[in-house]
């Protein structure tokens, strides 16, 4: 009996020995899924400076897990690790701005909420400051002819003494330094060393420089790839830089910019070999995708002033293998018909193309019709901030109305000068431009004198924004100069009214009246104010405007009582200009008249 006691206390205790064992052995795994929780917590980082607080929300480890997935963020042993390396990540942080003995301190406060506060609080100290630069040059750049380039470096060296040191500041000066070496002469450029010795009991940054440059690259041969029409002259011609030049980025990017203003190209390239056994005459690589040589274009649309219309047009970029461009355009409007052909040589080295250019066009618009011929003569330079076009005209026209039919003509001298310095031609919101027409000639009649006339027209534009709004206002005055008994066409003659002029009107129906007709005037005044803002966030390119527009025509300044147009509209901003829907009211009227337009008069 005593024996089965002994055996079933000896079993009783392996059992509960094995309970034991089994509760040991789970507590690690209960530990192990205690320390897998996700802890919440709160972050509140003390600085001076704003820029320093977001510069440590930004990057600090304890902030970057504040903004991942909730399943992401870290357990609370995980927590009190990152907590403790804080201080010095923050450190590490506030060097890259400057301050290199900064003191940070990261406290854990427990709160009645479920959620500690993590805080960090931090005083930077004394900014350190760039005491001195020194600058150390290797290869060509170290000779005579380097001796540009070495002054260009060191005085536009935008991290001067005294200024602040920042991680930032110091690779941004070190970036644009070794980009202006490379593309003024030297694309093998590098640097052989930098250091910026850091001293922080003295706030002060010693900064050290060593620039290897390499070979000096001059301009060689060009070597054209993609050419399959048009002559390598066309390319040739328009290098503007002679063998031996020295390499300039600046020079091959103008380059590149007059080829693709050809219009010949649909895309352009060029590029040298930065290889350094050629750097004496290192080939200059142009590869080209020519433009198609013929190009058709239709359309069909309606226009304010002269009403529905159907356009054709189309271009030869080499008609009979000549290096010419020409033109052709058909617009039948219902109230302006016209015909033009355009004959234009390849642009010159200095960009210059010679021009002939014929026109006929009937206009229906007013209460007469007239019937028109042109032919011109002249020379275009056309460049992104500046055009200039000279070119004699002669001119033919016929005026038919109820009172008769009057045929007359004119010969004539002239000169278009457009000026524009827009933040963008096609939708500028800042800037100016500007556009002066001059004429010199002599006109002929059938029903008055013949004579000499001058002809003068300015036009001004400006842009500015205003706060949330973008302002915008335009002017142009214009005066022919000729004897009273004079016969000048009604082409060269002024009117005011429609979309680009005054709005509230009808195109071209203000001007002198006679037998209670407005007809042409030698005096023009017309000027425009504008205010519009974009309609919504969500909307950037959709914009609401409001306007005043005032002018007229008059047979001389004295006689000038301009007349007053009012409204608002709406301007979508599309990528081939602005598109706009004008809403007016002639106060000389009383009228509301719809104006609709694209782009923008220059």
């Known amino acids: 009996m005593t024996g089965l006691r002994l055996l079933c206390a000896a079993l009783a205790l392996s059992l509960g020995g094995c309970a034991l064992l089994r509760s040991e052995s789970e507590k690690p795994a209960a530990k192990a899924e205690q320390a897998t929780l996700v802890q919440a917590y709160e972050l509140q980082i003390e600085a001076p400076t704003s820029n320093l607080r977001e510069l440590l929300e930004e990057h600090l480890d304890l902030a970057r897990f504040q903004r991942t997935p909730e399943a992401e963020r870290p357990s609370s042993v995980e927590l009190d690790r990152l907590r403790l390396l804080a201080p010095a990540q923050a450190k590490a942080l506030l060097e890259t701005a400057g301050y290199f003995d900064a003191q940070v301190e990261a406290r ?160 352009v390239t060029i590029d040298i070999q930065r290889e350094a056994e050629q750097s004496s005459a290192t080939p200059v690589i142009v590869r080209v995708r020519e433009a198609p040589r013929q190009q058709a274009t239709t359309g069909i649309g309606y226009h304010a002033n002269t009403g529905q219309r159907v356009l054709l047009e189309h271009l030869h970029r080499q008609p009979f293998g000549l290096p010419i461009r020409a033109r052709t355009k058909l617009d039948l409007g219902r109230d302006l018909r016209a015909a033009e052909l355009e004959l234009s040589s390849y642009p010159q080295p200095d960009m210059q193309r010679n021009l002939m250019a014929l026109r006929g066009a009937q206009d229906r618009s007013g209460d007469k019709i007239v019937d028109s011929f042109s032919i011109r003569l002249g020379r275009l330079r056309e460049t992104v901030e500046n055009e200039r076009l000279v070119f004699v005209e002669a001119l033919r026209s016929r005026e038919s109305s109820a009172t008769g039919r009057i045929d007359g003509g004119a010969l004539s001298l002239n000169g278009n000068w457009t000026r524009r310095r827009l933040d963008s031609v096609l939708l500028p919101t800042e800037g100016h431009w500007a556009k002066l027409e001059l004429g010199l000639g002599r006109a002929d009649s059938s029903v008055a004198q013949n004579g000499i006339f001058g002809r003068a027209l300015l036009k001004l534009g400006w842009y500015k924004p205003v706060g949330g709004w973008f302002a915008s206002a335009r002017t142009e005055v214009g005066q022919l100069l000729a004897a009273d008994a004079v016969g000048i066409p009604e082409t060269l003659l002024f009117r005011a009214g429609g979309d680009d002029s005054v709005r509230g009107y009808a195109y071209r129906s203000l001007g002198p009246l006679k037998s209670g007709l407005a007809v042409g005037g030698r005096s023009l005044w017309t000027g425009s104010v504008e205010l519009a803002r974009p309609v919504s966030a969500e909307l950037s390119s959709v914009w609401g405007a409001v306007f005043v527009d005032a002018g007229q025509a008059a047979e001389s300044f004295g006689q000038l009582k301009p007349d007053l147009g009012w409204g608002a509209g709406v301007r979508w901003r599309s990528p081939v200009g602005p598109l706009r829907l004008d809403v007016a009211r002639g106060q000389a009227t009383g009228r509301w008249r719809l104006h609709f337009s694209v782009g923008i008069a220059l």
């Open 108 to 267: 854990l406060e427990a709160r009645d909420s479920s959620k500690p506060l993590i805080r960090i609080q931090v005083t930077p100290g004394t900014p350190s400051r760039v005491r001195s630069i020194a600058w150390a040059f290797e290869g060509e750049v170290a000779g005579p002819q380097g001796a540009a380039l070495r002054e260009a470096l060191q005085s536009n060296w935008p991290l001067e003494a005294e200024y602040r040191f920042t991680q930032t500041r110091w690779a941004t000066a070190k970036s644009e330094a070794l980009a202006r070496a490379r593309t003024q002469g030297y694309p093998l450029a590098r640097w052989a060393d930098t250091a910026a010795r850091v001293l922080p009991a003295e706030h002060a940054v010693d900064i050290s420089l060593s620039l290897d440059s390499g070979p000096l690259f001059r301009l060689g041969e060009l070597r054209i790839e993609g050419l399959e029409f048009y002559p390598a002259e066309a390319v040739q011609r328009l290098a503007g830089f002679e063998p031996g030049q020295p390499y300039s980025e600046k020079a091959l990017l103008d380059f590149q910019d007059r080829l693709l203003k050809t219009q010949l190209f649909d895309a």
